[in-house]
């Protein structure tokens, strides 16, 4: 009886070693796959700006420090993007926070959670896209927060409510720069009225932002033929690295870029 205990607990001890030289390369591959997972981008922009979809997306928390989500962005649920845009939005507001204190930016639409078609827009479709209402400052010249978009004239001056704000070309500029020079994702739009434009352009140059700088603004922001674009920026970025090949991008890839 007494060898046959012992071959029984050897028995044991062989399967035991067994499970666990089985298990124990299972476990290495497991834990090094979750650990790259965490070091990478797990979102996903498929396809393009007016036909695509979003895997993974990253929210867009209702407010930061130098940002409020816009009430009809949370309505329609239009408040994904790639972590890539959510970082882009995140940073850029804060700069411009930092650097003239009390800014805040009104965010408008992002995508929805899936991405696909997004209500009032034909692109917002990849999470890729973002709308910022602009920085405005009232009569008394301060800057103050608002709560939809403002559609203003070639003199800076609101169209509705009339003369009410003014457009605060030193905080837009500001954050036009930020969005630019960032090394959170590269933006390949600016879409914004051309008598808006000119007004950030004129400032730029007056406060003695580099002709580089100037010259890339110069070709990134443009009124798209279909809409003004006076109440509003309208942000989109390329596809970011690693969502390629199933991201696709459209249009001019600049040069500085590349
Ligand atoms: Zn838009």
């Known amino acids: 009886m007494k060898p046959t205990f012992m071959s029984n607990k050897k028995r044991i001890f062989t399967i035991f070693f067994l499970i666990i030289g089985i298990l124990a390369p299972v476990s290495i591959v497991y834990s090094s796959k979750s650990d790259a997972a965490s070091s990478v981008t797990l979102s996903l922009s498929i396809g393009l700006p007016h036909d695509g979809a979003l895997k993974n997306a990253e929210v867009l928390p209702a407010k930061g420090e130098g940002y409020r989500l816009m009430q009809t962005a949370r309505e329609r649920k239009a408040r994904f993007g790639v972590s890539e845009l959510i970082s882009l939005i995140k940073w850029s507001t804060f700069k411009v926070h930092s650097k003239y204190q009390g800014a805040q930016m009104a965010v408008g639409d992002l995508s929805r959670r899936t991405g696909g078609e997004a209500e009032h827009h034909a692109s917002h479709q990849n999470g890729r896209d973002v709308d910022f209402a602009f920085y405005v400052l009232n009569s008394a010249g301060q800057s103050v927060g608002i709560s939809e978009m403002i559609p203003f004239d070639k003199n800076g001056y609101a169209i509705d409510p009339p003369m009410a704000y003014r457009f605060d070309v ?5 954050l036009v720069e930020a969005l630019i020079t960032s090394s959170k994702a590269q933006v390949q739009w600016i ?3 051309e008598h808006l434009e000119t007004l950030l352009l004129a400032h730029a140059a007056a406060c003695g932002a580099s002709k580089q700088t100037i010259w890339r603004a110069e070709q990134i922001m443009k009124q798209p033929s ?3 674009h006076w109440d509003h920026f309208h942000v989109r970025i ?4 690693n969502d390629k090949p199933e991201c696709r991008d459209f249009g001019p890839k ?5």
């Open 191 to 193: 879409f914004v009225a």
């Open 226 to 228: 279909k809409s003004s």
């Open 170 to 174: 030193r905080r837009n500029w500001a």
């Open 254 to 258: 600049w040069g500085w870029l590349r």
């Open 238 to 241: 390329y596809c970011p690295a």
